[in-house]
């Protein structure tokens, strides 16, 4: 095991699997595990100052994924010349690994991650429709203009569909509703008339399964209900 407090230049690199990072969406996780292992070593939080970080395959709205954290801290001339220390995070400690970091494609990967300064994010030359399916994967809150987007190209928005399955694409819809008008007319018809009530319409009306899954799902991330049976 090393020692708690390391100097730099060190890069410190952990795996660990997307549904065992704490946090509320993919900004929340990342700056979790970030403080995590500042923590750990330095005994302080993440500093953008001082500390730069890379993530791989963090696609924290799959579950059982794994992903790996890169933190960088200080200067070298020489790559290297950087000591790398590698670990595990089971979802409740940091397990010293060094045999993690032998792993041929690991160092395929973050061998390609230079030590000083990143270079720019490339994201914005992706296709809208990747960018979009990417954001889901990866749990990043959607744009309004994004989603007026995927409105107006259905032949995008169909494609974003076959290619993050149901479960993502069902959230893409509950926030969508959650962002209109459909929304806010949904959530006032509840309050007003109450979900058994309008769940009873809707069946008498032949609203498929998939619509009523739908709209609970909105109820629930409204705080309308709970994520249990229905009240």
Request: charged residues 25%.
């Amino acid at each position: 095991m090393p020692p708690n407090f390391i100097k730099p230049p060190i890069r410190i690199l952990v795996q660990t699997l997307t549904h065992l990072v704490r946090g509320h969406r993919n900004p929340d996780k990342r700056m979790f595990m970030l403080n995590l292992i500042c923590r750990y070593h330095w005994n302080r939080n993440f500093s953008p100052a001082e500390h730069r970080w890379t993530t791989y395959n963090d696609f924290f709205a799959l579950r059982d994924q794994p992903c790996f954290f890169v933190l960088d801290y200080g200067q070298a001339p020489d790559d290297a010349e950087v000591r790398v220390l590698s670990y595990v995070w089971d979802g409740r400690t940091l397990e010293y690994a060094p045999f993690f970091n032998q792993d041929p494609l690991i160092q395929a990967k973050v061998n390609g991650i230079p030590f000083g300064q990143r270079p720019p994010r490339t994201e914005e030359t992706r296709p809208k429709r990747e960018v979009i399916r990417l954001k889901l994967a990866r749990d990043i809150e959607l744009e309004d203009e994004e989603f007026r987007y995927m409105r107006e190209h259905p032949e995008d928005a169909q494609w974003v569909r076959d290619n993050v399955g149901v479960e993502l694409w069902w959230k893409y819809n509950e926030e969508e509703m959650l962002r209109t008008g459909w929304g806010v007319v949904v959530v006032v018809v509840v309050v007003v008339w109450g979900f058994n009530r309008l769940l009873m319409r809707m069946l008498l009306l032949g609203c498929g399964d998939e619509m009523i899954v739908l709209l609970r799902g909105c109820f629930v991330r409204a705080g309308i209900m709970g994520g249990g049976g229905f009240p």
